[in-house]
C-alpha cells in the first residue's frame, strides 16, 4: 500500500486530500504549514498562545469520512458575537479547546480529533515550534509575517510594500524551527510526496524551510510531485510564471529532488481571465515556452486540472486522476 505524503497549506489542502482520500489503497499523511497568523486563525494564535488552527481545521475536514458535515461544522462562526471565540470558525474553537484538554500538546489535540470525526490519515504540523514568515520582495522591502505580507485591495491591513510585485526570498522567523519528528518520519517512509497546490510564499514555502526539512528529502526515497498554482496571486507572485513557481520550489529543496511538475492546461474562459485581471491582478499559469524545460531533470505533465465555474480552482477529481495514474504507474 503505498504512503502518501502531501506538504501543503491553505485551501489547496482540501482540494487534493478530499478526493485521494477516498482510495482506500493509499496511507495518507498532510503535512501542514504553521506559520499562519492572520484573520481567526492569528487572532486564536495571539490569545490563546497555540500553533495556527485553520490549515489543520482544513485538512482534518478533507479526511474525515463525512466530509461535508465536517466542513460545514468546521466553518460555522457566530458572526455576531465580535470576541475572539465567538466570531471564529467552530473547528478552530474546538482543537484549541482539545489543546486544553490535552495539556497543551498540540499533536495530541490533533490526533484526539482525528478520532473524533473518523478522519482517514494523518494531519501532522511541520514543526512544533512558534513561527513566523518573512520575505523580502523584489524592490528589497522585507515583511514579517503573512497577515502582512498577504495584503490586497479586499484585505488592506497595514499596506507597507507595493502589492504589485513578486516575492524572491523567504525565511522563517523564531528562537528554533526544527522538522517536527513525526514529519520526518512520514518523509523518509514515503513513496511518494505531493507538494502543493498552494499560495507559493505564504502556503507551501513555509514547510519547506523547516531545519531539517531539505536533508530529509534529500534522504527519501520517494517520487517527488510538485502541482503548480492555476493562478498568480497579488502581491506573492503577481508577474511570474510557471518555471518560476517551479525554480522556487528547487530553491528550497535542491535542484534535481523533483520528479514530476503537474501544469494545468485546461482551458479558462477569456471573460474570467479578464474578470482577474481587472479585478484581482490574477493571471492563468499555463506553459508559454517549452524550451524553458529542456534538459529538465524532472516529468512535466500537463493536465485539465480546473474546474468549470467563475472562480478559477483545481477540480478535486481531476487532480486525482493524475495523480492516481502516476502512482499506479501509467505515467512514467
Known amino acids: 500500500m503505498p504512503n502518501i505524503v502531501a506538504i ?33 486563525t492569528g487572532a486564536i494564535r495571539d490569545k490563546y498562545g497555540i500553533l495556527p488552527p485553520g ?5 482534518i475536514a478533507a479526511l474525515a469520512k463525512n466530509t461535508d458535515m465536517v466542513r460545514k461544522l468546521f466553518e460555522y462562526s457566530f458572526k455576531w458575537e465580535e470576541w ?44 512544533l515550534e512558534n513561527v513566523h514568515l518573512g520575505v523580502r520582495f523584489a524592490d528589497g522591502t522585507e515583511v514579517i509575517g503573512e497577515k502582512n505580507i498577504d495584503i490586497s485591495d479586499t484585505n488592506p491591513g497595514e499596506r507597507t510594500h507595493n502589492i504589485d ?10 528562537e528554533e524551527w526544527n522538522l ?11 513513496d511518494y510526496i505531493i507538494i502543493g497546490p498552494g499560495d507559493l510564499y505564504t502556503s507551501i514555502v513555509p514547510n519547506l524551510l523547516s531545519k531539517g526539512m531539505r536533508e530529509t528529502l534529500g534522504k527519501s526515497t520517494a517520487k517527488i510531485i510538485y502541482i503548480c498554482n492555476a493562478m498568480t496571486k497579488r502581491g506573492e507572485t503577481t508577474n511570474m510564471e510557471v518555471i518560476d513557481f517551479v525554480n522556487t520550489i528547487e530553491k528550497f529543496i535542491d535542484p534535481g529532488m523533483l520528479d514530476y511538475v503537474i501544469v494545468n492546461n485546461g482551458h479558462i474562459d477569456e ?3 479578464i474578470k482577474y485581471k481587472a479585478e484581482e491582478n490574477k ?21 485539465d486540472m480546473v474546474n468549470d465555474d467563475d472562480i478559477v480552482r483545481h477540480d478535486p477529481m481531476k487532480l486525482a486522476k493524475v495523480l492516481e495514474d502516476i502512482v499506479a504507474g501509467w505515467i512514467k
Not at 495530541?108 to 501532522?124: P, S, Y
Not at 510585485?165 to 523564531?174: P, T
Open 165 to 174: 510585485q513578486d516575492i524572491v526570498d523567504a525565511w522563517l522567523v523564531g
Open 8 to 40: 501543503w497549506g491553505g485551501a489547496g489542502t482540501f482540494n487534493v486530500l478530499y478526493w485521494i482520500k477516498r482510495n482506500l489503497n493509499y496511507n495518507i499523511s498532510a503535512i501542514i504549514s504553521v506559520a499562519d497568523n492572520g484573520g481567526t
Open 180 to 190: 517536527n519528528p513525526n514529519a520526518k518520519e512520514a518523509l523518509l517512509n514515503a
Open 55 to 59: 490549515d489543520m481545521r482544513r485538512a
Open 84 to 127: 475572539v471565540i465567538g466570531s471564529n470558525k467552530i473547528g478552530n474553537i474546538l482543537l484549541t479547546a482539545l489543546v486544553d484538554i490535552c495539556g497543551g500538546d498540540f499533536e495530541k489535540a490533533i490526533k484526539t480529533m482525528e478520532e473524533m470525526f473518523d478522519v482517514r490519515g494523518r494531519v501532522i504540523p511541520v514543526t
Open 283 to 303: 493571471k492563468p499559469l499555463k506553459i508559454k515556452d517549452y524550451s524553458l524545460f529542456d534538459g529538465k531533470w524532472y516529468k512535466v505533465i500537463e493536465w
Open 271 to 273: 471573460d474570467i481571465v
